[in-house]
């Protein structure tokens, strides 16, 4: 399965400190992208990195790609309780017969305290 | 502001009935999907669309169907109920063709939650 894994499945940390999460994947990918998840509510897209991007910055958010390691990260940093949700990369993938394919990973839960 | 509206936030339902659930976007997207999530699964894809009245199974389409007459409406099927079926679905749409190289960002609706007993 191209299915991305992602490492931790929970990170708690304490507000001000910096989240890091990772997701790995298999096979060659067009883009990765990372969506953000609050409790009970649809996904929000946050960040998209092509294949021949190594390092993308929006606001707090920091993603690095490496795709002779097939992994990503998501770098959150000075991180605040509004911060709390969990956390799932894409993968955009080319399929074999042609036209692509977008597989979510299982996702990080991250809680954010006080 | 761009918005995939889903039909329920929260459904109970029986064993054995039909039931529906409506997605509709207002961004004039040519792409929409039906995802399920549930806890230790991630989201699975289990159809999508590319345009009106086409349809394509993703992963796990079993159980299900879909029906797009309208280009902002994507609408999912339970032909028959099963407690199997009880989960968290997500419809999302996106501007870029599936089948096209492009960026294929998704915008989510805020979920649909089905309990079936």
């Known amino acids: 399965s191209q299915q991305g894994e992602e490492d931790p499945q929970a990170l708690s940390i304490q507000e001000g400190e910096n989240a890091t999460m990772n997701c790995s994947y298999k096979?060659?990918?067009?883009?990765l992208q990372w969506y953000r998840q609050n409790s009970g509510r649809g996904l929000v897209h946050l960040i998209l990195i092509r294949s021949n991007e190594r390092e993308k910055h929006s606001g707090r958010l920091r993603v690095t790609l490496d795709t002779s390691k097939k992994s990503s990260s998501l770098l959150i940093t000075a991180s605040r309780a509004a911060d709390t949700a969990s956390y799932f990369c894409a993968t955009v993938w080319g399929l074999t017969g042609g036209g692509n394919k977008l597989t979510f990973g299982t996702g990080t839960q991250l809680k954010v305290e006080l | 502001d761009v918005k995939v509206t889903q039909s329920s936030r929260y459904l109970v339902k029986r064993t054995g009935e039909k039931v529906f659930l409506e997605c509709v976007q207002d961004m004039d997207h040519e792409n929409m999907f039906w995802y399920r999530q549930d806890p230790g699964l991630g989201l699975r894809l289990i159809y999508f669309?590319?345009?009106?009245?086409?349809?394509e199974k993703g992963d796990i389409p079993e159980g299900y169907s879909v029906s797009r007459e309208k280009k902002e409406r994507f609408s999912l099927i339970l032909e028959s109920a099963s407690t199997n079926q009880t989960s968290m679905y997500l419809c999302a749409s996106s501007l870029n063709g599936y089948g096209i190289s492009g960026a294929n960002v998704l915008t989510f609706g805020a979920g649909s939650r089905l309990t079936v007993l």
């Open positions: 096979t060659s990918i067009n883009n």
């Open positions: 669309s590319y345009d009106v009245k086409m349809k």
